[in-house]
């Protein structure tokens, strides 16, 4: 499979603990992209990368979130302290600029704060 | 990026062509028409793209009215597992991010 891989597919946390995603994104692919969606509602964007800087953040980013892309390659996401409000489907995705800059998703990382 | 307007929900037949309409009036001279759509419970798919011209590909076509206003995706043959939540998005090819609106809830019935 040559898609956004995302790991884990379900965590299930109790509130106040500190939870991490990893996004592979597609390979040689140097954008980088974290979204959320709640039910009911459309992905929103919460920040992305180019290689391996930060190059914008939403203010849904909250200072319990962090995002990493180290080495330009994978990126993790990490939500410190979670809160019920933060259950929801977390997103990556990658595009490739140079290619026309189509972005795919992968299928979403769901947490439940319990 | 300009937004978008759509219909909220629409159904269609089994094995008859889906038109899914999107209305962009802002959208400017470099802005691309994008098309995703996300079935259930997974990451959105993304369909097809265009700037003017009409586009097609194995999954769908896209038409764009000749002053870009508006435009039209078209399911060819509509099946049960085309059932989805389909979104018309706005984009430069240079944008950093893209920005979802609420989308059509498209339900293929038998």
């Known amino acids: 499979d040559t898609g956004v891989s995302q790991d884990p597919r379900h965590k299930i946390t109790k509130r106040g603990q500190n939870v991490t995603f990893r996004c592979d994104p597609i390979s040689e692919h140097n954008r980088l992209y974290w979204y959320r969606q709640t039910l009911g509602q459309g992905p929103e964007f919460l920040t992305y990368f180019q290689n391996e800087a930060q190059l914008e953040k939403s203010r849904l980013l909250s200072d319990r979130f962090s995002a990493e892309r180290p080495k330009g390659s994978f990126s993790t996401l990490e939500i410190q302290r979670t809160e019920q409000g933060d259950s929801a489907m977390y997103l990556c995705?990658?595009?490739?600029?140079?290619?026309?800059?189509?972005?795919?998703f992968g299928e979403g990382s769901w947490l439940t704060v319990v | 990026d300009a937004k978008t307007t759509q219909p909220p929900s629409m159904d269609c037949a089994e094995g008859r062509a889906a038109n899914l309409p999107c209305n962009h009036s802002t959208i400017s001279g470099n802005e691309y028409v994008y098309w995703y759509r996300q079935i259930h419970s997974q990451g959105p798919q993304y369909i097809i793209h265009g700037l003017k011209n009409n586009e097609t590909n194995e999954m769908a076509s896209l038409i764009i009215t000749e002053d870009r206003k508006s435009s039209t995706l078209i399911l060819p043959h509509a099946t049960l597992r085309d059932t989805a939540v389909y979104y018309c998005?706005?984009?430069?090819?240079?944008?950093?991010?893209?920005?979802f609106g609420g989308g059509t809830r498209v339900l293929v019935k038998p």
């Open positions: 995705a990658s595009s490739l600029v140079r290619d026309g800059n189509t972005i795919y």
């Open positions: 998005i706005v984009r430069s090819a240079a944008g950093n991010k893209l920005t």
